[in-house]
Antibody, heavy 120, light 111 residues
Framework: QVTLKESGPALVKPTQTLTLTCTFS??????????VSWIRQPPGKALEWLAR???????FYNTSLKTRLTISKDTSKNQVVLTMTNMDPVDTATYYC????????????WGQGTLVTVSS | QSALTQPASVSGSPRQSITISCTGS?????????VSWYQQHPGEAPKLMIY???KRPSGVSNRFSGSKSGDTASLTISGLQAEDEADYYC???????????FGTGTKVTVL
C-alpha cells in the first residue's frame, strides 16, 4: 500500500525559509525509475508543479521558482525534503508531495497535503 | 510557461456525456503524448484519472476516457454520475525546461 504524508510548519513569516518533509511508504526511491514531485495549490486556485527528484538523485525544478527551491531525499528514511527560501504571502498554498507513475507520466499517489500560510 | 487552458465550468445531467478540453501548445500538449487528468473533490488531494493521454490507472472507471488532437487534449466522462461532480485538472509534460504544466481547472457540475 503506497502512502505519502507531508509535514512542516503551518505558518511562516515573510522572508523565512520553508522546509517540508514528505514521508512515504509502500515503495522505495532507490527503485529504478521511481520519482517524487512536489506540487502546490493556492486556496481556490490551480495546481502548480514545483520540483521532482528521481531514484538516481537527478533533480528538476519549476523554472520560475528554481532559485528558491531545493529538493533532496533520504532513501534510508523514505523521505523527500523540499526547501523554499524567501517566502512571500503569495506562496500561501496547500503543498502536496506525489509519487510519479512508473512507466508513464502521471502523479499516481498523493499525500493529503499541508496548508502553509505566509503571514507576519 | 503558461498554464494550459481549460473551460472554467462544464455541466451535464445524469447519464449524459461531457467533454473537458485542455489547450496548450507545441511545447507541451502538442509535443508529447504525456497528458494526465486529475479529479479533485473539495478538501481532498487530486486523484489520477488518465495518464499518457488515454491510459486509465487500475481502479478508475471506464466511464473516463482521454484523447488528444494537436495542441488540445480532452477528457470525456460518459454516463455522468453525481459523484463525478468535482474539479478536474489536466497536466502535460513540457520538456526539459518547463517539465510539467497544469491546466487552469474545470468545475464539473451534475445538474
Amino acid at each position: 500500500q503506497v502512502t505519502l504524508k507531508e509535514s512542516g510548519p503551518a505558518l511562516v513569516k515573510p522572508t523565512q525559509t520553508l522546509t517540508l518533509t514528505c514521508t512515504f511508504s509502500g515503495f522505495s526511491l532507490s527503485t529504478n525509475k521511481m520519482r517524487v514531485s512536489w506540487i502546490r495549490q493556492p486556496p481556490g486556485k490551480a495546481l502548480e508543479w514545483l520540483a521532482r527528484i528521481d531514484w538516481d538523485d537527478d533533480k528538476f525544478y519549476n523554472t520560475s521558482l528554481k532559485t528558491r527551491l531545493t529538493i533532496s531525499k533520504d532513501t534510508s528514511k523514505n523521505q523527500v525534503v523540499l526547501t523554499m527560501t524567501n517566502m512571500d504571502p503569495v506562496d500561501t498554498a496547500t503543498y502536496y508531495c506525489a509519487r510519479m507513475k512508473s512507466g508513464g507520466e502521471g502523479f499516481d499517489y498523493w499525500g493529503q497535503g499541508t496548508l502553509v500560510t505566509v503571514s507576519s | 510557461q503558461s498554464a494550459l487552458t481549460q473551460p472554467a465550468s462544464v455541466s451535464g445531467s445524469p447519464r449524459q456525456s461531457i467533454t473537458i478540453s485542455c489547450t496548450g501548445s507545441r511545447s507541451d500538449v502538442g509535443g508529447y503524448n504525456y497528458v494526465s487528468w486529475y479529479q479533485q473533490h473539495p478538501g481532498e488531494a487530486p486523484k489520477l484519472m488518465i495518464y499518457d493521454v488515454n491510459k486509465r490507472p487500475s481502479g478508475v472507471s471506464n466511464r473516463f476516457s482521454g484523447s488528444k488532437s494537436g495542441d488540445t487534449a480532452s477528457l470525456t466522462i460518459s454516463g455522468l454520475q453525481a459523484e463525478d461532480e468535482a474539479d478536474y485538472y489536466c497536466c502535460s509534460y513540457a520538456g526539459n525546461i518547463a517539465f510539467y504544466v497544469f491546466g487552469t481547472g474545470t468545475k464539473v457540475t451534475v445538474l
